[in-house]
């Protein structure tokens, strides 16, 4: 079956908005024909994601559902209905034959539109704990697909819907060529020695900041290289702490506000230090990286400790809870880590072991079946 116009949307943050792009390159790969409108918000990270990767992007309003009685939620009652309006003319007038929602609050609308007017639709959950939108679009789409077994709970009334694919990241990330030169030529580093990814997930993490920026003159004395991505919104704030505090950065230390290309640099890491976001982990598993994994303790039914948590089980990543993270103890399971190169393959296979390579032909396949 072939699709020639699709419209997607997802947002806020990264883990909803790479799933989408990850879907739409596959199927762009296998119908170069393919037309795509994007329909996000103007506040979420896809307004600045989704035009690079060179795809229409249109924006509506819609702010999030509080999960408790609140006044906002008459706010956000009154955008759900002007937006989803406004869905409905951007569907009309794109005419697609399949809308595609990855999370986040403007799939509500857009999603619940589509629905409306007839036209198939899938939703896809990264989490182990479903979203608020996506537990409202289970009841209106035409199929669920999911990212972990556990997540079937919170469909149960809408069980026929769901389909366990994985996460279709985890298939995009495999699919990099190897760039044997980019820690040279991007970041000043040696290609020959080991290096570790810092990063707190698309928005950056505080605490995982504060950590990794505490510990640059224990990195300076390393037989390894660090580079830290602290999140586009955070890293002015820390460049002046460490320009304050007279901290030097040596030269196997490199601070970045944020990785655009994520994919490529993964291939040639190490070690990662890093929050348990789903999208994250379908990444860290597919390609089997081994990983300090700290989840953040402010997400709905604390779902990235139940993420950490399964790859824990499995070994394949360690977890340090935030509440436990120093410098002291980020530096000292690093080193522990990074010199036990055996412990460290170990880790590696046994998190390619959860990954799931097929996730985006699972997908499709499950498209097909509307
Ligand atoms: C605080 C919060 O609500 N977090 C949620 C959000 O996280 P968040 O958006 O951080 O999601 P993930 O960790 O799942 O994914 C982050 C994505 O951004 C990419 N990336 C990150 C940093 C960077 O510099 N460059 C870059 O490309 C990563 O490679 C990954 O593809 O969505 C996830 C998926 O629904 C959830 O599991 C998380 O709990």
Redesign the pocket.
């Given at each position: 079956m072939k699709i020639n116009r699709i419209i997607l949307s997802g947002g806020g943050?990264?883990?909803?908005i790479?799933p989408a792009l990850a879907i739409y390159n596959r199927m762009k790969e296998l119908n170069p024909d393919l037309e795509c409108l994007y329909i996000g918000t103007d506040k979420g990270l896809e307004a600045s994601i989704v035009p690079k990767a060179n795809i229409d992007f249109k924006s509506i309003e819609i702010s999030g559902l509080k999960r408790s009685l609140s006044l906002d939620n008459i706010k956000v009652a009154w955008e759900m209905l002007t937006s989803t309006q406004k869905a409905k003319k951007m569907i009309k007038d794109f005419q697609p034959e399949l809308v595609i929602g990855t999370?986040g609050f403007v799939c509500a609308p857009v999603l619940y539109a589509a629905a409306q007017l007839g036209i198939p639709t899938l939703i896809h959950e990264?989490?182990s704990v479903a979203g608020v939108t996506n537990k409202f679009l289970s009841r209106f789409v035409d199929k669920v697909a999911t990212s972990f077994h556990e997540v079937e709970n919170d469909f149960t009334k809408v069980s026929h819907k769901v389909a366990f694919t994985g996460n279709p990241?985890g298939q995009e990330v495999t699919n990099y060529a190897k760039d044997e030169h980019i820690l040279s030529k991007n970041y000043g580093f040696n290609d020959q020695l080991p290096t570790v990814l810092i990063?707190g997930?698309?928005?950056g993490a505080p605490a995982i900041n504060k950590a990794a920026v505490e510990s640059i003159e224990d990195f300076a004395k390393k037989e390894y290289q660090v580079i830290i991505?602290t999140?586009s919104v955070h890293h002015s704030e820390w460049m002046n702490y460490i320009e304050e505090n007279q901290i030097k950065i040596p030269n196997n230390v490199k601070i970045v506000p944020?990785?655009?290309n994520?994919p490529a640099l993964f291939q040639r890491i190490d070690l990662v230090v890093c929050?348990s976001?789903?999208?994250?982990?379908a990444?860290l598993t597919t390609l089997g990286l081994p990983s300090i994994l700290i989840p953040?303790p402010?997400?709905t039914n604390n779902?990235?400790e139940m993420?950490a948590i399964a790859l824990v089980n499995n070994q394949a990543a360690e977890m340090i809870k935030e509440s436990q993270l120093d410098s002291s103890q980020l530096v000292h399971t690093i080193d522990r880590m990074i010199l036990d190169q055996t412990a460290l393959n170990k880790m590696a296979e046994n998190a390619k072991k959860l990954g799931t390579p097929h996730a985006i032909d699972d997908i499709i396949k499950l498209v097909e079946s509307i």
């Open positions: 943050t990264g883990g909803h790479y999370g990264q989490n990241r990063f997930g698309s928005r991505g999140g944020y990785i655009d994520m929050r976001g789903a999208t994250t982990l990444e953040s402010y997400v779902h990235q993420n």
